[in-house]
């Protein structure tokens, strides 16, 4: 199986800063790597799929880049609503086992 | 826009069988898409259970494999998830979800908003 690593497991941060999320796949993925949000009580939410391409209707302050292994997810300026916890995912394996990060969670410092 | 929402019973007891459905709306679960189960425990991260296509053709996560199916009722336009032999451990919030292909990778959206699953002795 893909393994895929986040780093870090939590982080703190203060509204309208720059943070910067990581995932590390086990063995090279291409483009294969999606970013979602999840809020406590609620379902994950897609951010970011093939790496770098946004979803319709995500605020521009969310970006992702990388290929290969190493990935990032980058919000740009800390918005209240952004509090939560961030997940990667692959979906290179053929047949089909998706895995997941273990997830960061993001808090207001 | 598509719409999932799962059903089921929010307990069940050790050693029993765990049986959920997803309704679709919104759109036919007879279209070029998968349809997923995801799990998340109390406070941890997910878990990919498995999924279903149209045909009926599956596949599943190798360590739950032995005990899991998913299968799918057009006619009801809806899909279901049978986890045997259950214990404390897959105590969670379970989640349907379509699985999509968008610019040749695999997205899972939208998702059901959950339903939480108490496994008792």
């Known amino acids: 199986d893909i393994q895929m690593t986040q780093s870090p497991s939590s982080l703190s941060a203060s509204i309208g800063d720059r943070v910067t999320i990581t995932c590390r796949a086990s063995?090279?993925?291409?483009?294969?790597l999606n970013w979602y949000q999840q809020k406590p009580g609620k379902a994950p939410k897609l951010l970011i799929y093939?790496?770098?391409s946004l979803q319709s209707g995500v605020p521009s302050r969310f970006s992702g880049s990388g290929s290969g292994t190493d990935f990032t997810l980058t919000i740009s300026s800390l918005q209240p609503e952004d509090f939560a916890t961030y997940y990667c995912?692959?979906?290179?394996?053929?047949?089909?086992?998706?895995?997941f990060g273990q997830g960061t969670k993001l808090e207001i410092k | 826009q598509v719409h999932l929402q799962e059903s089921g019973p929010g307990l069940v007891k050790s050693s029993g069988t765990l049986s959920l459905t997803c309704a679709v709306s919104?759109?036919?679960?007879?279209?070029?898409?998968?349809w997923s189960w995801v799990r998340q425990p109390p406070g941890k991260g997910l878990e990919w259970i498995g999924e279903?296509?149209?045909?009926?053709?599956?596949t599943y996560n190798p360590s739950l494999k032995s005990r899991v199916t998913i299968s799918v009722d057009k006619s009801k336009n809806q899909f279901s998830l049978k986890l045997n032999s259950v214990t404390a451990a897959d105590t969670a919030v379970y989640y349907c979800?379509?699985?999509?292909?968008?610019?040749?990778?695999?997205?899972?959206?939208?998702w059901g908003q959950g339903t939480l699953v108490t496994v008792s002795s």
């Open positions: 979800a379509r699985v999509t292909a968008v610019r040749t990778t695999l997205i899972f959206d939208p």
């Open positions: 919104g759109g036919s679960i007879s279209s070029t898409d998968w």
């Open positions: 995912q692959q979906s290179y394996s053929t047949p089909p086992m998706y895995t």
């Open positions: 279903v296509y149209r045909s009926g053709s599956t």
């Open positions: 063995q090279s993925i291409s483009t294969y």
């Open positions: 093939a790496a770098s």
